[in-house]
């Protein structure tokens, strides 16, 4: 069950075989004893990518359930539900993690030394239940889902570039100002051809030129900042860069609605004493840094 769970995930029997270390004929020995055992076919094999049957689908709803019973089974047995030991698999946006995360990660494990973390940064949403996860930390709305889920704060969506930049090529005083200006653009935030704008209450779409277009926020940050253009982060990507004089906010009054973050988890019937102490001690402290900064940044930008 848990190979047919790999394959699903990674898309191919190979992906499947290098994820968990163990070689391909293993996995497709194993997964046509499992079809054998079922009497019916639950993959379809191609050269690019292996995919579910409707009899694979069907199978594969049931076992997440199973495979998640199972593990709470092993985890009371281990003690996992009467004291705080064994891995806790999470995600995390990349800059998140790098500057609040990783900080209350390193104060809670040496409080819990038979606890071990498992961190997974990415800016792209990572399905927790897909990927066996215990936790996320989410910036945006968040869809209907059965995750619960905690609001520890909220982040800007912010415009701004170097004063460098802007003493060259002048200040845009409003969104429209940055069609004869070059831009950076972070493709997880927004688009190379147009950037969204809230004016009069509603928002709109500007168009604008991107010379640079990056899949990582510190690209889009480190660029800004070497002049290259204007660049659209959120507030706690570039809260270092504004408060040392490195980068400016520009078109402040013309910002979207702020974005909330949330720590989510599964209603698991039972929660690991692991995981209920982290959630204990990251909560609250991840609230309190996200509300300071936000209140520094509203300083340094006043």
């Not at 940055?178 to 704008?197: G, I, K, S, Y």
Request: neutral net charge; charged residues 25%; hydrophobic residues 45%.
């Amino acid at each position: 069950m848990q190979l047919l769970l790999k394959v699903v995930e990674t898309g191919s029997l190979s992906a499947a075989s290098r994820d968990l270390d163990i070689p391909i004929a293993t996995v497709s020995r194993h997964l046509s004893e499992l079809e054998a055992q079922l009497g019916a076919r639950l993959l379809v094999r191609s050269s690019r990518r292996t995919m579910l049957t409707e009899a694979g689908e069907a199978y594969v709803a049931s076992i997440r359930g199973i495979l998640d019973l199972l593990r709470q089974a092993e985890q009371a047995a281990a003690g996992a539900y009467s004291e705080a030991k064994g891995a806790i698999y999470m995600t995390a946006p990349v800059v998140m993690g790098r500057t609040h995360i990783g900080p209350l990660i390193a104060e809670f494990l040496p409080m819990h030394p038979e606890v071990d973390v498992r961190l997974q940064l990415s800016d792209k949403v990572i399905p927790l239940v897909d990927k066996q996860l215990d936790l996320a930390i989410r910036i945006g709305h968040l869809p209907d889902s059965t995750l619960i889920a905690s609001e520890v704060g909220s982040v800007r969506r912010v415009t701004c570039a170097s004063p460098r930049y802007l003493a060259r090529r002048g200040m845009p005083r409003v969104p429209d100002d940055l069609a004869v200006h070059d831009c950076v653009t972070f493709d997880n935030l927004a688009t190379p051809e147009a950037w969204r704008f809230m004016e009069g209450g509603t928002t709109r779409s500007v168009p604008v030129r991107s010379r640079l277009v990056v899949s990582a926020a510190e690209a889009a940050l480190d660029a800004a900042e070497a002049g290259l253009g204007i660049t659209r982060l959120l507030s706690y990507q570039v809260g270092d860069a504004v408060r040392r004089g490195g980068l400016e906010i520009v078109l402040e009054r013309y910002e979207l609605p702020a974005w909330p973050v949330h720590v989510v988890y599964q209603g698991l019937q039972r929660m690991p004493r692991r995981l209920a102490a982290f959630l204990e001690f990251v909560t609250p402290r991840l609230r309190a840094r996200l509300s300071e900064e936000a209140s520094s940044f509203d300083r340094r930008v006043v």
